[in-house]
Each structure stands twice: as structure tokens, then as C-alpha cells.
């Protein structure tokens, strides 16, 4: 069992940037990013592999966010710049064992609490 604990969630103001950070208790591969906002469909924002040598990006955040991971830390990051109001949403991280990109929600297989993110304009 692989426990996640995102953290860097917060009240920014459009144009500016956050950090999350999601720790895993243990070895992970793959791993995604989600967002859901309020009364809405939980979406994938980004995915990397275990090298990171391949990432994916909705085309909401393309250019705009960056995931990365540390894996001697066993965490991911996602570096979000230029952030919009739109961007406001509950952040999940998620981690799966195999090393593929994966974009849907059911391919991964353990999911981290949230972290609020809010974007005022």
C-alpha cells in the first residue's frame, strides 16, 4: 500500500505561481496530477513516468505547469505559473506501478487527500 500526501495547495492571485509537492511512502512509477473543480468532472492535468523522460499535459496547462519528480525523494512536484482563475480546484496526486503515461483516472491506483488550490482574479 503506497499512502500520498500532497502539499503546497493555496490562495494566490492570477499570474502567480504555486509549488505542489505530493510525497509517497514508497516506490512509485508513473504518476499524474488531477484537478476538480467544484461541480465538475475530476480531470487529468499532467503524468509522468517513472524517468521522467516522458510527461504528458492537458492542453489547459501547456506551457504553464511543469511536473517533475525526485525520486530518491519519492515525490512529484507541479510547478504552476501564470496561474488563471480557472485553475481553481481540488489537486489530487496519483501514482500507479506500472511505468506507462496514463490519463485516466481509473489507471492509477493510489490517490492522495487534495489540496485546495484557489486562483482569484
Known amino acids: 500500500q503506497v499512502q500520498l500526501v500532497e502539499s503546497g495547495g493555496g490562495f494566490v492571485q492570477a499570474g502567480d505561481s504555486l509549488r505542489l509537492s505530493c510525497a509517497a511512502s514508497g516506490r512509485t512509477f508513473g504518476m499524474g496530477w488531477f484537478r476538480q473543480a467544484q461541480g465538475k468532472e475530476r480531470e487529468i492535468v499532467a503524468a509522468i513516468n517513472w524517468s521522467g523522460r516522458s510527461t504528458y499535459y492537458a492542453d489547459s496547462v501547456k506551457g504553464r505547469f511543469t511536473i517533475s519528480r525526485d525520486n530518491a525523494k519519492n515525490t512529484v512536484y507541479l510547478q504552476m505559473n501564470s496561474l488563471k482563475p480557472e485553475d481553481t480546484a481540488v489537486y489530487y496526486c496519483?501514482?500507479?506501478?506500472?511505468?506507462?503515461?496514463?490519463?485516466?483516472?481509473?489507471?492509477?491506483?493510489?490517490w492522495g487527500q487534495g489540496t485546495q488550490v484557489t486562483v482569484s482574479s
Open positions: 496519483a501514482a500507479r506501478l506500472t511505468n506507462l503515461i496514463a490519463v485516466k483516472d481509473y489507471e492509477y491506483e493510489y
